[in-house]
């Protein structure tokens, strides 16, 4: 059995603001997203593909040291 690629939507929220998503990645780690300013038709594939922004804020390279004078 092959693991799925994208992510699962557990349950889906509109708010005022705009979409609220409630997801399963293919690791099983459950996190929520929030889509201001998209149609539910593309807040809903974003949300498929989009890694969790705590995954990502983790893989991303420390900042640039700044020398100081």
């Given amino acids: 059995m092959t693991k ?6 557990l349950w889906c929220d509109q708010t005022v603001e705009g979409w609220n998503f409630g997801l399963e990645a293919p690791n099983g780690e459950i996190f929520t997203m929030h889509y201001i300013g998209y149609s539910k038709a593309e807040a809903t594939r974003r949300a498929r593909r989009e890694e969790s922004r705590i995954k990502a804020i983790v893989n991303q390279p420390p900042p640039r040291r700044r020398h100081s004078r």
């Fill in 4 to 9: 799925p690629k994208y992510n699962r939507i």
